[in-house]
C-alpha cells in the first residue's frame, strides 16, 4: 500500500495527527510525511490543516473505498472475482478496456476516488474530483453477439434507478440513451464500451459515475445543470456500501439482459422516462428535430412523434434534450 494511501487511511477520520505519529506509524521520516501531506493537497485538491502542536488534519472526514468493505457488502455473490480500488486513475472504463486484451477474460469491477481523465460520451468529460462521488466500471464477458448488447445501457439505467428508488430517491428519472436526471438535473452517467470480434470473444465494459458529494470548486467544471446524491436524502451516508449496493444490482442486470435482453427492462425503462410525452428536440449533427417522445421500442430506440409520424432514432451522435 502506497505512504499516501496509509496517511489517507489515518487522516480520514477528520481528527488532528501529529506528524510525529504518522511518521513512526508510517516507519517514514516527519519530512516524508510534509512531503506525501503536499502531494496530497495538490493532486487530490484535498483541503489539509496543519497547526503547530497539533498536526495535520482534513477538513472533512472522508470514506475512502475499499475492495474488502465493498466486496462484503455486495448482495450478489460469487460473480465477481476481482473488485479493486484505485486511489486515482486516468479512466476506469480505460482501466479495463485494457484488461479485456487479456487472455484470462473474467468479470472484474474497478473503482476510483478520482478520475483524471473521466469520460462521457463521444469523447466528453465527466468531472470526478477526490473523494466524494462514485467512478467505476464492471468488465463483463458476454455469452451473446455483439449484436445482442443494443439497450444495454438503458437496462444499466433501469438497474440505477431502482437502486436509487430502494434508497428513498423517488424523484430519479431515465433520459435516453445514458444520463439519470433528478428534475432535470444529471445525477449519473452511464458510459458503454465494447470489445471483440462479431463471432468471437467479446466483452463489455459499463462505466457508472454517480455524484454523491461533489466539492463547489470541481462543480464549476460542469457545464450543465448537476445534482449529487447528499443533497436528495437525510440519511447517512456510507460510500462503500453504496459502492456494493449499485455494482450488486448492476451486475444483476448484466446478467438478466445476458440472460433475457431488453425484454424485462423495456417497461421498468418506460415508467421512469424523464420525457415521455413531453415536448423534446433532438439533434442529429447538424439536424435539430423537435416532436413529442414517445419512450422506446423494443430494440431500445428512441421514439419521437414529429408532424404525425413516430420515428425510430438510434444512439449515435444524437442529443435529446427538452423542447421550450
Ligand atoms: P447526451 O444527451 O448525448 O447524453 P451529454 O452532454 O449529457 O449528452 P454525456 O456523454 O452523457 O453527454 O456526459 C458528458 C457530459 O455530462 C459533459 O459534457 C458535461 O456536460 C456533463 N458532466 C460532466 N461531468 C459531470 C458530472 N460529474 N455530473 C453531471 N454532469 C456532468
Redesign the pocket.
Known sequence: MSVQRQLLEILMDGNFHSGEKLASSLGVTRAAIWKNIKILESKYELDIHALTGKGYRLSQSIELLDSEAIIDKLTIKNVIPEVETFLSIDSTNRYLMKKVLSADLQCHAVFAEQQTS?????G??????FGG?LYFSVLYPFQRTPRDVTGLSLAVGVAIVEQLEQQGIESAKL?????ILVNG???????LELHGESHGPFAIVVGV?I?IS?PEN??R????????YQSLTQTPISRNQLAASFLSNVLLALQEFERDGLAPFRERWLQRDCYMNSKVKL?LGDREITGIARGIDQQGALLLESQGQVQRYYSG?????PAK
Open positions: 473521466g469520460r462521457g460520451r463521444h466528453r468529460s465527466w468531472v470526478s474530483p462521488n433520459k435516453w440513451p445514458n444520463d438535473r444529471k445525477l449519473c452517467g452511464i458510459l459515475g455524484n461533489m470541481a462543480a467544471e460542469i457545464d450543465q445543470p448537476w445534482v449529487a439533434q451522435e444524437i442529443h435529446l434534450r
